[in-house]
């Protein structure tokens, strides 16, 4: 599978998952775009973050619950269907990526 179908269905576990339409101007949405074409690939390449973030966790679960639920509905998808362990690091910035979006959508309406 190419990193654009992958991408794709990533987007559409998001719209469902958070009840959302993206705005495609807004520069959250391309940071997202750009964050979830580099989470493919490591996908496909099974290759792992190198760095930290992890211990920021506790508190992305407390304080973004949707959005890290949805990180969780995403590392469901990529660990099925590409057998590629989704660490707690990358459920962070996925998670803040996704807040982002929430938060401008929020403000926005």
Do not use: W
């Amino acid at each position: 599978m190419s990193i654009t179908s992958i991408v794709k269905k990533i987007l559409d576990i998001v719209k469902y998952s958070l009840m959302i339409e993206f705005d495609e101007n807004d520069l959250s949405y391309d940071r997202l775009i750009t964050h979830l074409k580099y989470f493919a690939q490591r996908a496909i390449s099974n290759k792992k973050l190198n760095g930290h973030g992890s211990e920021f966790l506790p508190m992305i679960k407390e304080k973004y619950q949707k959005a890290y639920n949805c990180a969780l509905k995403i590392k469901a998808y990529i660990e099925k269907d590409y057998n590629y362990n989704v660490s707690d690091e990358e459920i962070v910035y996925l998670s803040l990526h996704l807040q982002k979006v929430l938060s401008y959508l929020k403000t926005k309406n």
